[in-house]
């Protein structure tokens, strides 16, 4: 069985997180563990496994959500740092089934 890092231990509050924004549906929060000097994970505060899965809570209006969180953070990163890049991964580039975005910035520190 995967393992839901986001599920099991971010949402359940099991591992601690500093928070930079937070809706009802939605939680962005710097990596517990960054590979990017500016490293923000944003998640959905429900459990969807992937962003191409057919769940009944991958809803447009949730995706809606997510994406207006990710394009707030990305534009403060653009203007904190000069640049952010957004990923998502699938498949089995996608180690928690859990639907996640990387915002990252900056230099590759692991």
Not at 41 to 61: A, G, L, Q, R, Y
Not at 86 to 99: A, P
Request: one cysteine or more; hydrophobic letters at 35%.
């Amino acid at each position: 069985m995967t393992q839901d890092f986001y599920c099991e231990e971010v949402l359940s509050g099991r591992t601690e997180v500093e928070i930079v924004m937070e809706t009802d549906n939605v939680l962005a929060y710097h990596h517990t563990q960054p590979s990017y000097e500016h490293h923000i994970m944003v998640i959905p505060k429900v459990h969807i496994s992937s962003f191409i899965s057919e769940e009944e809570t991958n809803d447009d209006e949730l995706i809606l959500g997510i994406l207006r969180v990710i394009k707030k953070i990305s534009a403060d990163m653009v203007e904190r740092t000069g640049a952010s890049k957004i990923v998502t991964n699938l498949g089995s580039y996608q180690d928690s089934k859990h639907l996640h975005w990387h915002v990252i910035s900056g230099e590759r520190v692991t």
